[in-house]
């Protein structure tokens, strides 16, 4: 059972290029999420899935665009990185929305440190 | 206004005490949780606690424990006995019921536990 796992640990890209980020979990969740932690700072919310086929837009999108077409897998891609989105990228997994509990917990990865040059 | 606020930056804990990491949060959903992460200098964000907004009592996780006072809205957390490995940077987030399962995050505050 190895949780949330992400691929890769890190990146380095140059102004303009495209990559993906890849997030796995083995925990059946129906959420799914990616948060960009920059330094000293906390996560901030990019995008999220409520379920297999299913996207939406967290409090920082722009530049980022993700697809969810296994429930295991959500990944974060990136068409044209800019120096802007140098940061530590963290997916993250929850069981559902409807339990009003600790069950709700966020699971992290351990994190994609990327730097754009 | 920020949703969720830790004003302490950082702060040093003698090994064996006490310390208290405050937050504060804002939000008009009568339902929500709040949760407090630790992360270690190795990266990973690690969940300690989670306190319900119904719940009536303070959550207690081992060393881990929640001072929530809902009319004040604030969610601090106590960790009892500090050790060595209690070094990190520790965050709170809120969530919103009416927000989906979203976290909201706050700047964190460093703890740097001295022997």
């Known amino acids: 059972n190895a949780g949330v796992t992400q691929t890769p640990k890190f990146r380095v890209l140059k102004t303009g290029q495209s990559m993906t980020l890849l997030c796995a979990q083995d925990?059946?969740?129906?959420?799914m999420y990616w948060y960009r932690q920059d330094p000293g700072m906390g996560l901030r919310l990019i995008h999220y899935s409520v379920g297999e086929g299913t996207t939406a837009k967290g409090e920082v999108p722009d530049g980022y665009n993700v697809s969810r077409l296994k429930k295991q897998n959500f990944l974060l891609g990136l068409e044209s990185a800019a120096p802007s989105q140098t940061s530590v990228y963290f997916c993250?997994?929850?069981?559902?929305?409807?339990?009003?509990?600790?069950?709700?917990?966020?699971?992290f990865g351990p994190g994609t440190r990327l730097t754009v040059l | 206004a920020q949703k969720i606020t830790q004003t302490q930056p950082g702060m040093f804990v003698q090994e064996k005490e006490a310390v208290t990491l405050d937050c504060t949060y804002d939000?008009?959903?009568?339902?929500?949780?709040l949760f407090w992460y630790k992360q270690p200098s190795s990266g990973e964000m690690i969940f300690l606690i989670y306190q319900g907004s119904y719940d009536q009592q303070n959550a207690t996780e081992g060393r881990y424990s929640l001072n929530f006072q809902k009319a004040r809205k604030s969610a601090n957390l106590v960790i009892s006995a500090s050790q060595l490995g209690d070094s990190a940077m520790y965050f709170c987030?809120?969530?919103?019921?009416?927000?989906?399962?979203?976290?909201?995050f706050g700047g964190g505050t460093r703890v740097l536990v001295k022997p």
């Open positions: 987030a809120m969530r919103e019921t009416a927000a989906g399962n979203k976290l909201t």
């Open positions: 993250a997994s929850s069981y559902s929305q409807m339990a009003a509990g600790p069950t709700d917990t966020q699971y």
């Open positions: 925990m059946n969740h129906e959420y």
């Open positions: 939000t008009s959903d009568p339902s929500y949780g």
